[in-house]
């Protein structure tokens, strides 16, 4: 089982949906988690992080589920300029207190006119 | 500018032959990572650093993978005898380090090997 999975996407949703990415983990000591956006050939930067059930920033919602181990971004009211991929991160302890960020595949969301 | 800086940001090498990349992590961050990165996959771990310390190298990294990061600052990434399969984006990241911070990357090195 892969460390951290995502929906396989790619998603295209019309301007104005709504949104929804899932993405799972396998390391149950993994203490943070992340959502990164992608650009084309650009390098990935962070969106939001998430550290307890959840955040909210404007149309963005991040959630998580400890027990299921579950994480998922909400985005709402759709635009064009969120077309990008979206990367599921996870801060996993790799023993010793020692944490390094674990990347999802990503999903590829294409919001059109 | 005070973020991630790579360089060289595009390298294109005949198979067979060395390369080294660079990364100015930013300067308060004692973590620093390396990525590999192809078309349509998120980013790959390569190995980081705490300091000047290497803590985890991945399996998947070959002994012509090597990387250093001699003084806690700045880190190199060198690929010998390098084939077709190693062309990708070589990226890299700092971070605080704790366990919920974020880690800020670097523009990327794109590798092409003809």
Not at chain 1, 61 to 90: E, F, M, P, W
Not at chain 2, 80 to 97: F, H, I, K, N, P
Request: proline fraction near 4%; charged fraction near 20%.
């Amino acid at each position: 089982r892969k460390e951290v999975e995502q929906d396989p996407g790619p998603f295209n949703v019309p301007e104005g949906a709504t949104v929804a990415f899932n993405c799972t983990y396998s390391n149950s000591a993994s203490q943070s988690f992340f959502w990164y956006r992608q650009d084309c050939r650009k390098e990935p930067k962070l969106l939001m992080s998430v550290y307890s059930s959840g955040n909210e920033d404007g149309r963005f919602t991040a959630q998580l589920n400890r027990a299921s181990q579950y994480i998922s971004l909400l985005i709402r009211d759709s635009k064009l300029s969120d077309s990008a991929t979206y990367l599921c991160v996870v801060n996993e302890d790799s023993g010793g207190s020692n944490y390094k960020l674990t990347f999802g595949k990503g999903t590829l969301l294409t919001v059109n006119p | 500018d005070t973020g991630v800086s790579q360089n060289p940001r595009h390298k294109i090498t005949k198979r067979g032959q060395n390369v080294t990349f660079r990364c100015d992590p930013i300067s308060e961050h004692n973590r620093l990572y390396w990525y590999r990165q192809t078309l349509g996959q998120g980013p790959e771990f390569l190995t980081y650093f705490q300091n000047e310390a290497q803590l985890e190298k991945s399996r998947l990294l070959s002994d012509r993978f090597s990387a250093e990061r001699p003084k806690g600052s700045f880190s190199t990434l060198e690929i010998q005898r390098t084939e077709q399969g190693d062309s990708a984006m070589y990226l890299c990241a700092s971070s605080l380090g704790s366990w919920n911070t974020e880690a800020f990357f670097g523009q990327g090195t794109r590798l092409t090997v003809v």
